[in-house]
């Protein structure tokens, strides 16, 4: 079975960085797609960064234009990890964030929420002003 489990979530003034983590684990496949996906109060859930762990390419979700340059997304293999960095965090970031993974990728919409096969309990981020 596969698990998913995310950490890293705070509380964090405006302007300051957090970087979250999701462990995989229960998995076989060689290849594979990790997104992170967020669901603030009162919207619906929306995609953010995705990476492809067979040539490390990342893809930004279609809504989050505002995003590029402040988070980043990485993932380490070997630790089957992926790591979101956030920076210069405002107020509108506060969501619960989530972690999810697709066996091998999904190459006409590889950071959709449908793309994905297994998703993480999620961790709350809250950025104050």
């Known amino acids: 079975e596969v698990q998913l489990v995310e950490s890293g979530g705070g509380l964090v003034q405006a302007g300051g960085s957090l970087r979250l983590s999701c462990a995989a684990s229960g998995f076989r496949y060689d290849d594979y797609t990790m997104g992170w996906f967020r669901q603030a109060p009162g919207k619906e859930r929306e995609g953010v960064l995705c990476?492809?762990?067979?040539?490390?390419?990342?893809?930004?979700?279609d809504s989050v234009k505002d995003m590029k340059g402040r988070f980043t997304i990485s993932v380490d293999i070997a630790k089957k990890t992926a790591y979101l960095q956030m920076n210069d965090l405002r107020p509108e970031d506060t969501a619960v964030y989530y972690c999810a993974q697709s066996e091998g990728i999904a190459v006409e919409a590889p950071c959709h929420g449908s793309s994905m096969d297994y998703w993480g309990r999620g961790t709350l981020v809250t950025v104050s002003p």
């Open positions: 990476i492809f762990s067979g040539d490390g390419r990342t893809y930004y979700a």
